[in-house]
């Protein structure tokens, strides 16, 4: 329990502070002045202030916020001395508050690129070819394939690693596949002949692929990459993520994927964490790339109170060359507030349940 809520702390920190300072550097860099920057809310544990900001570490770790001149231009009474008006938010352009809020989920996927493109240069697990296990009556048994082959290729494709084959398996769907196969340093040809079976993919959808019944060895190897091409492997698995959770986001959406299957709270962030957190560095911080993604694109959707919400306020009053204000505005993220606190509800009540189901 300890190392659960150590690693859930340590993961929402590294979230929160990256977020967080994409709305702060981006603020300061367009002469807007910041009064607080704090990890947490609620009452301050410590505090101390460097030139017009005063940085906090609070209470509640839950989330954290960067509060700037003028930013609630109607509901914000405090008297602000030590910052000249000039560097007022609500003053700035609308580029330029748009900028600043979307600099939030911004280096929330930049954090992701770097912990991903860290990884590729440090070097990544990798599952190597050689089959372990063999299911009985299954085509590759049937084919005489047995454990400790390795798989050269499939077809007129060079098999590296493990994860290509389910891919080519794919394409072949249940037609008859060529192997090259390495057995004590000879190598053979074998054909098989894939079967079709069900199976959840990883939307949790049941979908019918193709199986020759192996399994890995578990042997490994590790993959390096070099410095431009870390880069790359940084941006591509990034942007794999994003797809992938755009599509989950789509088939909740339209009842494709369950909600309260799919959707998890804190609890289960903090069972993951610590989970991960025993597995190892690499995991660990794979997972925090991984959130990151996934805070990034929630904070973006629309919904009044987040992020996305503001972007959508601005481009309204860039459309219409009016600011929306007082209670129509107020009424908006009154709407987005309750909506929001009913997602959270939903998903401490989805955690809770697994919790009991022994999930």
């Not at 600011?323 to 955690?351: H, S, T, V, W």
Request: hydrophobic share 50%; charged share 15%.
């Amino acid at each position: 329990m300890f190392i659960t809520i150590v690693a859930f702390i340590i993961v929402l920190g590294i979230l929160i502070f990256f977020h967080e300072l994409g709305h702060f550097l981006v603020a300061k860099a367009n002469g807007v002045g910041v009064l607080k920057f704090s990890l947490g809310f609620g009452p301050a544990l410590v505090k101390k202030r460097f030139g017009e900001t005063e940085y906090m570490i609070s209470a509640l770790p839950l989330g954290g916020y960067v509060k700037m001149l003028g930013e609630d231009e109607h509901g914000d009474k405090e008297i602000v001395t030590h910052i000249d008006p000039a560097k007022s938010f609500s003053a700035k352009p609308l580029k330029v508050k748009a900028a600043i809020v979307a600099a939030g989920p911004g280096f929330n996927l930049v954090l992701a690129v770097l912990i991903y493109t860290v990884i590729a240069w440090v070097g990544i697990p990798t599952l190597s070819p050689t089959i372990g296990t063999i299911q009985d009556k299954s085509p590759a048994y049937a084919a005489g394939l047995m454990s400790g082959d390795r798989i050269i290729s499939i077809g007129t494709t060079p098999i590296k690693s493990w994860e290509e084959i389910p891919g080519l398996l794919e394409k072949s769907g249940a037609n008859p596949v060529d192997l090259v196969i390495e057995r004590d340093g000879t190598q053979f040809r074998v054909h098989v002949t894939p079967k079709m079976t069900k199976d959840k993919n990883i939307y949790g959808e049941v979908i019918e692929h193709p199986i020759i019944g192996i399994s890995p060895s578990g042997d490994t190897f590790t993959t390096h990459y070099g410095p431009l091409t870390g880069i790359g492997y940084g941006f591509s698995q990034t942007w794999w993520v994003i797809k992938v959770t755009g599509i989950a986001f789509s088939k909740i959406a339209t009842g494709a994927i369950n909600l309260k299957e799919s959707l998890g709270g804190p609890i289960m962030i903090a069972q993951v964490s610590g989970k991960t957190f025993k597995a190892g560095t690499l995991p660990f911080i794979a997972l925090i790339a991984f959130i990151s993604i996934n805070l990034a694109i929630i904070n973006i959707l629309p919904i009044p109170v987040l992020d996305g919400g503001y972007l959508l306020i601005f481009l309204i009053e860039g459309m219409t060359g009016k600011p929306i204000k007082d209670r129509p505005r107020e009424i908006a993220q009154q709407i987005g507030l309750f909506l929001l606190i009913l997602l959270m509800l939903f998903a401490f009540y989805n955690d809770i349940a697994r919790i009991i189901a022994g999930k």
